[in-house]
């Protein structure tokens, strides 16, 4: 087991790190937006007024409005529950599907992590877009379909780091001590590789975040996200597009919290994996 002091050393080693804080401190404060979205919007995300409609942004409106009139600033902030929520969502079956399965094969190997490992190659073998297309045209296109079908498809390659660390820590001693003392496999996977594998899985967590964040928006300019007149931010690009020449502001700040979370998350996980991968000592 990782012991406390290792712990601390790799705290102070991420707080070293200025990017990783900075993107940190960014992250925290779209979770927070995100959290207070009802308490701190301006307005009702879906009320409209046609009189005020591309309105630029003023005193009243602080980010303008769209073309139903509707507050731009606050749909921005009611989106940010909705793309958080769809990929911290994704990332966690994500995560739960790769631990099964990498573990799985990481831990039994032999014929079963053969068998486990063709089965990713296929998965990674099919465009994963090409996947969620299929599957949303299937179900349907809602919120939760996207979290659902996003964290299906991605496991692919949080299943492979779970396989790696669990085929580097299953002959470690702590493991053998565990095996000798007569622990059976569930408890070795669970009290001893799955929080020894973690470091790796936090980071990996983090990037797919981000990248579930992008697909959503993907999928709702194409119309297959979260449907409206639920925010979020790619189904405010796609409205915003027809208005590029005359109401910039419209998908400009949707694109802009995009662009500044993904950036976010993309400085932790770095900091994150300088801070806890040992081999970047």
Known sequence: MIERVEWRRRVRRLAS??????GGILFTLVVFVAIAAPWIAPHDYAEQNLDQ???????EHWLGTDGFGRDVASRVMWGARVSLSIGLVAAGLSLLIGIV???TAGYFGGAVDLWIVRLMDVFMSIPAI?????????????KVNTMLVIGAVYWPATARIVRAEFLRLRRQEFVEAARAQGAHSLRIIVRHLIPNAM?????QVTLFVAEAILIESGLSYLGLGAQPPEPSWGNML??????LDSAWWIATFPG?????TVLSLNLLGDGLRDALDPRLR
Request: proline share 7%; net charge positive.
């Open 199 to 203: 470091p790796a899985l936090i980071v």
């Open 53 to 59: 409609r591309l309105q630029p942004p003023s005193g």
């Open 101 to 103: 399965i990498g573990g």
């Open 256 to 260: 802009l919290a995009i662009f500044l």
């Open 130 to 142: 090409f996947l969620v297309l299929v599957i949303i045209a299937f179900f349907g296109a809602s």
């Open 17 to 22: 790190h200025r990017l990783a804080v900075l």
């Open 238 to 243: 796609v409205e915003g597009r027809r208005y």
